[in-house]
């Protein structure tokens, strides 16, 4: 078991820039393309240890890597990265499929992600569905924020982020518990339903400030800009 995160790159069509990439990737013992997801690693000088999807949305030139992959696999010889192709007309999305993988191949790693925010909002709401899934943490690097999802137990400690906007929403059917420190609104223990709305537009006031998760899952937000 690696103690280092795994980046898992989506396919969003709003894609994070080539820095924020880098900065995902920094540290990360594997890399994870989402289909579409493989274009934005090769656009940022990056390459990626898994492909998984139907290459349904890659571009014609990351297809082809995809194909060659393939062939030298079979052909017994070195792939620049494994392939884990899917049937087009599958129930499943790409994302939660490459999340099952995942976790097949690191077991109990932390997970960063990136070019999952754009879209679709219905694949949003999906994105947020599938990475509550993950038991070992998530961080959520893109262009204008930062995101965690929080499981019962974690917590993150924000630091240098003095003014930036703070925002939580609870992604469990029976509820969360959630505290605030360091905030314009600070809460102690309380209890929020699923979706709620009551820890949107919050603002950090003091360094650190700390948000935690006692019961339940959230996915939390920081906005720097």
Known sequence: MSHLPVLLVGGSPERSSAETLRKAAAGCCAVVAVDRGLDALLDAGLSCDLFCGDADSVSEAGAELVRKAEAMARAGEHAPFDVVRYNPHKDDTDLGLALSEAAARYPGVLLHVTCLSGGNPDHALAVLGRLATWPYGVEWIEDGFEGRILQAGMEWAITGAHGARFSFVPLSADGTEVSEEGMRW????????????????????????????????????????
């Open 186 to 225: 600070e809460l102690d223990h309380a209890r929020v339903p699923l979706l709620a709305d009551l820890g949107i537009s919050n603002v950090i006031e003091t360094d650190p400030a700390r948000i935690a998760c006692h019961a339940g899952t959230i996915a939390c937000w920081l906005f720097r800009v």
